[in-house]
Every structure is written in C-alpha cells, then in structure tokens.
C-alpha cells in the first residue's frame, strides 16, 4: 500500500515538472499571437501631456495653500502665546 502512494507520488511529481513548463510555454505563445495593443492616437497623447501639466499646476497650487495655512495657523497660535504674557512695564 505504501509502495503504491510512493509511485503514485513520485509519477505526479515528475508529470508535474516535465509538463508543467511545456504549458506555461504553450499558454505564452498561444497568447502572443493575438493582435497587438493599438498606437494611442496623436491627439490624445497632446490630451494625456496637457492634463498631466494641468494635475502638476494644481498640485503646485495646492501646496502653496497649505503652505500658506501652516503659517497662518502658527502666528494664530503664536500671537495666543503672547496674550498670555504681561505687558512690560516701565
């Protein structure tokens, strides 16, 4: 019984390496020979360029807001500091 899942196991294992490559190479070929993908068409690719500067501008802009909110909210809590401290007297 043993002998019998031994050689069982062992005929598996070796199908399995042998077979399993000779698939994978099969699947790969059977698969290049679609068509290939489509040229993206000159005026989308200007589309493409402009949004991409677009999104950049934005970022920048965004950036400089919050930038803008960070100082803001320093000197409001900064100038919440200075309330707290007495007035210098001469």
Known sequence: MTEDVLIV??????LGVVLFPLVRAWSRRIEGRGTPPAAIPADVTERL????RAVESVAVEVERISEGQR??????ADRGEHSRIPPVQH
């Open 49 to 52: 360029d402009r949004i991409e």
């Open 71 to 76: 100082f803001v909210t320093k000197v409001l």
């Open 9 to 14: 196991t062992v005929v598996f294992g070796v």
